[in-house]
């Protein structure tokens, strides 16, 4: 056979060296929020001129897999994405280090990446023509319904919290739209700056959100960050390799779907582990454990996310369309070397191809005893690393981290901004997931949205266009499914717990799934929200809630004077959003005063923590990131880290341990700036000194 | 006295001369406004091994994208003029994005040295489309206004701009619909979402046989397709598409000025850089620092015209 042969040229000492080498490097910058895979991939790029192309491509595959297996890193041990694509990884993956279980989902994350990644690499090798056929058959309808798809999560997120869930939603959404539209063109809600012109980056969002959260609760508090296990039980290997093989389904219905998502231009890893990880929760037998550690919420989206390595390489070699941006730089790449794309590209440059694929394959295995090693590392020094040099570490790379995007400070003050902001939502009842969703989502929505809607109207076939496709059918019928599954599966539990599962079990598998689930939700609709309205009252009055609908409602008021001006193609998301955001607002308000006034010292009596210090951290970065052009990158981070060094420090600490962490520092701010400056080629801002 | 003035000149001459022959004497930074993986980046890519042999230096390549350029190119003039940082420019970007709104710049505040390239726009349509050629598109076009789709990268941006001339030249009237980007506007093409589109020339070298290419915006043929009609044999008169170039911090003295242009000129002139962007879909141009104030203006005319039918001539 023909693919031994390539197998057998994939196998030289090189090749697999680059495998391994581009492996540890992408799970390094993975790891690192805001350094992405399109970065490494577009340095290294340069560099594989020289070298063989098929070598060359290994070296930039494996890198690019390596990164989304990375991402994992931060999004278990610190709570903050490293890559878009792990966000579904922090659901699950942090409240398992929280509490002592990190080593373990690590290692989850590992096996679960590795097999997803194979699964996608397998496709990529023996049906990437016949796959790439999806990428063409999903059109801007398909995209809207997707994204649609994708917000029905919000729904599973913030059970028992579902009208703040879909606020949240839907103020991401709103984020999404600021800056310029890329459908219509116009200039929305940026306030008449440049700094919002490109609106919100997705990434320093993430970094924001989630991220700053965590710095500044941490701070609050004497307790460690993450719960040291247990004695010493290593990287818990074989438990892991139990629970995997007990999920298999999970792992490979979500390897499948990574990979046909991964082929979809537009779609991307952060999509992929998204829907698998809805997925993975509607068809668990236990759907309340997401959210707070489940294993399979890990495995979901750590399968799904590295399927779309091997899936996006299929539409970029088959079609010359970048399934992602990390394809994107590898496809100028082969341009750039004279390589012809397109389906001849199998049949004509088959050692090239195919031989890459295998390496693409080896470097994806090789991550198991890398990604192990390093996991083993990270978990313990995270755990272990005292708060004074955590908190400053942390800090340090979100600004280097929200920074490194578009080498623009505008990016680390949004970060910062919206890091405060997050935390008081969420304060509020508001958590990050749903703001993030819609973030992510909203651009993909309207886009899809505005573009069938122009095609449709053109040729006269409006209805058709988004309820006449199949693919489209089927992707709402899922959307339903997933949005209406929770509330049946709780009513018929209190039936009889077992044949509800049964039950659901053989929906599943049958094809009347929107019939059923339309069925169920008619005879909900009943009684269902009487009751629900009665618990929701029967809740304290939330002030909070109060003070933010009010404010929510000025804001998508003022929103909604706005879009006055825009052309109807621009306008027609944001006024639907900021009406939305207005009705429920309003929805809120009114349930909070039907609500009995809540006894005083809303049980925040017993709370240890030191506001102060959360202030000071807060006070401490903005002053950072105010003065980094005045005095420069470098030796601002540097001050800064011995500052947040202090904020974090709750005991009486001996004059050689200080000097030893502000070395520390030293090495940590100089090492990730030279990575920065001198490896990745970001531009610094230089200042007065450097 | 007179002698002595011109021996004075002189002297400062070869003084000023003297300061930058040795430029460039370390590495130049190449940023490039947009995300890596573009026409831009690509080109950019093509150069850099020719413009190290020239200069004898390392042109490291960098990014800075946002808002379509503008975030880059707003900061431009910020930079350090010493001719060690250079910029990739864009037009009609540079000119369209001041022109409907405040971006941080004026396409005037800004320093064009050389414009090295364009990439034409073409009309494509799925390979198995029922139109085999520009004139059957536009008939069927006439009698059913509105009804033929037509992809492209974002609104307001060169695909869409030759759509509308095309409209307005051919009397007829189409549908554009704005896409995220080339890639997934070829995509609607190739999966035959829309009856076709405009896109850059290089997007059908890449794409290769999904899409006919009915017609190119081009003076002349364009030589990876030289089966293709330019609009201009076909009795439309529409020459556009992205032009791409380099530009520096306004600080930058005149004679680096120069010596950045005379180094794109001459790897320009390089048969083999030549052979590989020709084949890749790209279109060499050679508007060298001495002419390119005068080809901003004349084409900012121009855009001015198209701004206006589209509504966006703002400012």
């Known amino acids: 056979m023909e693919l031994l042969g390539y197998f057998v040229n994939a196998l030289t000492p090189l090749n697999i060296l680059m495998a391994l080498g581009g492996v540890i490097l992408g799970t390094v910058i993975g790891a690192l929020p805001g350094l992405s895979a399109t970065m490494a991939v577009a340095v290294l790029v340069p560099f594989t001129f020289t070298m063989d192309p098929a070598t060359g491509l290994i070296a930039l595959g494996a890198i690019y897999t390596g990164a989304i297996y990375g991402g994992a890193f931060a999004a278990i041990l610190v709570n903050t994405p490293g890559t878009p694509s792990a966000i579904a990884t922090t659901f699950d993956g942090f409240p398992m280090a929280k509490r002592g279980d990190g080593s373990l989902a690590v290692t989850l994350a590992t096996l679960a990446s590795v097999v997803g990644g194979l699964v996608g690499g397998v496709f990529l090798l023996l049906l990437s023509p016949p796959l790439a056929k999806v990428a063409l058959a999903f059109g801007p309808p398909e995209y809207f319904w997707l994204a649609i798809f994708g917000l029905t999560l919000i729904s599973a997120l913030s059970v028992g919290n579902t009208l703040k869930g879909l606020l949240g939603g839907c103020i991401g959404l709103m984020l999404a739209m600021v800056g310029v539209a890329v459908v219509g063109g116009d200039i929305r809600f940026t306030m008449g700056t440049h700094m919002l012109l490109g609106g919100f980056d997705i990434v320093s969002a993430l970094i924001g959100l989630y991220c700053i959260p965590v710095l500044i609760d941490l701070v609050a508090t004497p307790d460690p960050h993450l719960k040291v296990e247990q004695g010493n039980r290593g990287i818990r290997l074989r438990e892991a390799f139990g629970i995997v093989w007990e999920s298999k389904f999970n792992v490979m219905r979500s390897s499948i779907i990574g990979t046909v998502i991964g082929v979809l231009p537009g779609a991307g890893g952060s999509i992929a582990g998204l829907v698998s990880y809805s997925e993975a929760r509607r068809s668990s037998k236990k759907p309340e454990t997401f959210g707070n550690g489940a294993p399979d919420g890990i495995i979901a989206t750590e399968s799904a996310n590295n399927a779309t390595v091997g899936g996006g390489f299929i539409p970029t070699l088959v079609l010359g369309i970048p399934g992602t941006p990390p394809d994107a730089v590898i496809l100028g790449a082969l341009l750039v070397q004279g390589i012809k794309i397109g389906p001849t590209l199998f049949s004509q440059q088959g050692d090239i191809v195919y031989t890459f694929i295998f390496g693409l394959l080896i470097a994806t295995a090789l991550m198991l005893p890398a990604g192990l090693l390093i996991g083993r590392y990270a978990y313990k020094s995270i755990a272990s690393i005292p708060k004074t040099l955590l908190v400053p570490t942390i800090a340090f790379l979100t600004v280097v981290g929200s920074f490194a995007i578009h080498s623009n400070l505008h990016d680390v003050q949004m970060m910062l901004a919206l890091g405060v902001i997050g935390w008081i939502l969420n304060r509020c009842g508001f958590a990050p997931s749903p703001i993030v969703l819609g973030l992510v989502l909203g651009q993909i929505a309207e886009q899809g949205f505005v573009q069938a809607y122009l095609i449709g109207n053109a040729t006269h076939n409006l209805g058709g266009m988004f309820f006449g496709r199949p693919i489209s059918l089927a992707i709402v019928a899922l959307a339903a499914f997933t949005l209406l599954y929770p509330l049946v599966f709780a009513k018929r539990k209190e039936n009889a717990k077992k044949r509800a599962v049964n039950a659901a079990r053989s929906y599943a598998d049958s094809d009347g799934a929107t019939t059923v689930g339309s069925d169920d939700a008619t005879t909900k609709s009943g009684f269902a929200p009487l009751a629900g309205l009665k618990k929701q009252i029967a809740k304290p009055r939330d002030h909070a809630g109060m003070f933010l609908s009010v404010l929510l409602i000025a804001v998508a008021g003022w929103a909604f004077s706005q879009t006055s001006s825009m052309t109807p193609m621009g306008s027609v998301f944001p006024s639907t959003i900021s009406v939305a955001i207005i009705v429920m607002s309003i929805i809120l308000l009114g349930l909070n005063v039907l609500r009995k006034p809540a006894g005083s010292g809303q049980g925040d009596v017993n709370d240890q923590s030191s506001n102060a210090r959360r202030i000071a951290l807060v006070v401490a970065m903005i002053a950072w990131v105010a003065v980094i052009p005045m005095v420069g990158f470098g030796i601002a981070a540097i001050v800064a880290f011995l500052i947040l060094g202090r904020v974090a420090c709750y005991e009486q600490m001996s004059a050689k341990r200080i000097l030893g962490e502000g070395l520390g520092g030293i090495v940590i701010v100089g090492g990730l700036y030279l990575l920065m400056a001198d490896i990745l080629l970001i531009r610094m801002p230089s200042g007065l000194l450097f | ?315």
């Open chain 2, 1 to 315: 006295m007179r002698k002595f003035a011109l021996a004075a000149a002189m002297a400062a001459t070869l003084i000023s001369t003297q300061a930058f022959a040795e430029y460039p004497e370390k590495t130049i930074n190449y940023i490039i406004p947009f995300n890596a993986g573009g026409e831009s980046d690509v080109s950019a890519r093509f150069q850099q091994p020719y413009l190290e042999e020239l200069a004898g230096q390392s042109f490291v390549i960098q990014y800075m994208a946002g808002a379509g350029g503008a975030q880059a190119w707003s900061q431009l003039n910020g930079m350090e003029g010493d001719g060690y940082t250079i910029m990739g420019i864009n037009l009609p970007h540079t000119i369209l994005q001041p022109m409907e709104k405040e971006v941080g710049y004026e396409t005037k505040d800004l320093t064009y040295i050389h414009f090295f390239h364009y990439t034409p726009n073409a009309l494509f349509v799925p390979k198995d489309s029922e139109f085999q050629n520009l004139g059957q598109l536009v008939e069927y076009a006439k009698s059913n206004p509105g009804l033929v789709t037509l992809s492209g990268s974002g609104s307001n941006s060169a695909n869409h701009l030759g759509q509308v001339q095309f409209d307005k030249l051919a009397g007829i009237t189409t549908t554009y619909v704005p896409f995220s980007g080339t890639g997934p506007a070829v995509t609607a093409i190739l999966g035959s979402q829309t009856t076709g589109g405009f896109n850059y020339v290089t997007s059908g070298v890449n794409n290769g046989d999904g899409m006919r290419m009915l017609a190119v915006a081009s003076e002349q043929r364009v030589k990876a397709f030289p089966d293709v009609p330019t609009f201009k044999e076909l009795g439309y008169d529409i020459v556009g598409g992205a032009f791409r170039g380099v530009a520096v911090p306004s600080s930058t003295p005149e004679p680096i000025r120069q010596k950045i242009s005379d180094l794109v000129s001459a790897v320009n002139a390089n048969s083999e850089f030549q052979k590989k962007m020709e084949d890749a879909g790209f279109v060499l141009t050679d508007i060298s620092y001495d002419f390119i104030n005068d080809f901003v203006a004349e084409k900012t005319k121009e855009y001015r015209a198209i701004a206006e039918t589209l509504g966006i001539a703002n400012r």
